[in-house]
Structures are given as structure tokens and as C-alpha cells.
């Protein structure tokens, strides 16, 4: 039975013609490689809290013609690998699971870590009117936050755009983490709607929160968050 590896994006191997399962947020990069390789990408939901694939999605989307899915780290927050090894098990399909970085990147040392989770410790018990990230739970390795995400409630991406403009005017660095839900990205449209993936895409937004920074700093993040009370009704564009 296929079981689970750990891979670099450019080490996925699947035979051409063969469907491939990945996350709809998140996962361009992903989608591009398994077209590359003339396999066909199947896209499906995420998360709603850790933006990761959706297992229950997953489990949904097998055909006889699925050969992998892949699991994708978004922002930190490691895949839900035990729940997608039962489901990729009980199918006989292969789990590939891309390692932290999707491109050429240095993975962080075990300081920079720890110094980002005490950021986002501080920050996510004083934030009001946002949705601070999840946590990881039991995954193995917990959240690295490597983005610190937050949504932004409301009617979607306008409210959100309005939020991340009035932000920087206070002199708070942000910005959108994904512009576009694969599925509706260019030459992946399929005409589905996955609606935890385009929510996200609508409400999303990435704080910087630094390992370096001091927690007068993160204060200033806080009070200009709160300050906008989470939702901006009128554009600052």
C-alpha cells in the first residue's frame, strides 16, 4: 500500500495522465508542477482555520485515476498528515508531503521559532475584531509561523483591502498572502466553487511579526489593529 514521504515540490514524480490532489488556497506552485509533469491537478477545499487541504475534501475527490495527494505546510501550520495517511490508506493512493518551503529557502533555526511563536502568543491574545491563526494542535512540530495570518471579517476582499490600506497608513507593514484560489487561477479554472478557498483568499491578511521585534512593537501592531476594530467600511485606497 502507498504510504507517505516527505518531498521537495521539484522531486514530485507521477505519470502523466494521472490525477493529483491539492489544496485550493494556497497551492499554485503545487499545480504548476504536477502540469509540468502532464499529470491533471485536482483541486479541493481547505481548512477553514489552518488553510491546509481538507481531508474530508480529499476523501470526496478520489477517483481510480488518483495516483498522489499532496499536503502542503501553509504559513507554518503543518498538514493534517495523520487524518490524510488514513484517507490516502484506506484508498491505496500515495501521500506526498512537501517539505516546509515550496521554493528554494533556508529552513529557520529552532531560535527564530521559538522567537515567532512568542510573538504570535503575545499578539494573539490581544487582538480584537480580527481572527488570529489557529494553532496546530497535536500536528507534530507545531505552528512555525512563518506568515502570521489573520482574517478579517466582513463582506469579503473589499472590507479586507480596506483594512490592509488603512493599516499601512498607520505605519503597520502587511499584505495579502494569496491573491488567487487555484481554481480560479488562469489555466486551472474549473468552475467549481470551493468556498472555505475563496473566503480565504477574500479575508486573509499576513501581519509582519518579526523574530526581532520588541514587544513595544507588537504593541503598536495590537493598537492599530484594534483600533480599526477589525473591519473598515470605507476604502482608504
Known amino acids: 500500500m502507498p504510504g507517505m514521504r516527505t518531498t521537495e515540490l521539484g522531486d514530485l514524480h507521477v505519470r502523466p495522465g494521472a490525477e493529483v490532489i491539492l489544496p485550493g488556497f494556497g497551492g499554485i506552485e503545487v499545480a504548476e508542477q504536477v502540469r509540468r509533469l502532464g499529470a491533471v491537478p485536482v483541486i479541493v477545499d481547505v481548512d477553514p482555520r489552518s488553510y491546509c487541504i481538507d481531508p474530508i475534501s480529499v476523501d470526496a475527490a478520489v477517483t481510480p485515476r488518483t495516483e498522489a495527494v499532496v499536503a502542503v505546510p501553509l504559513f ?6 495523520a487524518a490524510l495517511v488514513s484517507v490516502t490508506g484506506r484508498h491505496g493512493v500515495r501521500l506526498e508531503e512537501v517539505g516546509p518551503c515550496l521554493g528554494p529557502c533556508t529552513e529557520p533555526a529552532p531560535l527564530e521559532v521559538a522567537a515567532r511563536r512568542r510573538n504570535a502568543a503575545y499578539v494573539n491574545t490581544r487582538l480584537r475584531g480580527v481572527v488570529p491563526p489557529a494553532a496546530a494542535g497535536r500536528d ?3 505552528h512555525m509561523y512563518s506568515a502570521y ?5 466582513g463582506n469579503g476582499r473589499p472590507d479586507r483591502d480596506a483594512y490592509l ?3 499601512r497608513a498607520k505605519g503597520v507593514n502587511c499584505r495579502v498572502p494569496v491573491r488567487t484560489a487555484v481554481h480560479r487561477a488562469p489555466g486551472f479554472r474549473t468552475g467549481t466553487r470551493l468556498p472555505e478557498a475563496e473566503r480565504a483568499v477574500d479575508e486573509c491578511l499576513a501581519l509582519s511579526l518579526g523574530p526581532s521585534l520588541t514587544k513595544r512593537e507588537l504593541h503598536r501592531v495590537v493598537s492599530a489593529c484594534n483600533s480599526l476594530g477589525g473591519l473598515v467600511l470605507d476604502s482608504a485606497c
Open 165 to 167: 490600506h488603512a493599516l
Open 76 to 81: 507554518g501550520h503543518p498538514a493534517p498528515t
Open 140 to 142: 507534530p512540530g507545531g
Open 149 to 153: 495570518v489573520v482574517r478579517v471579517p
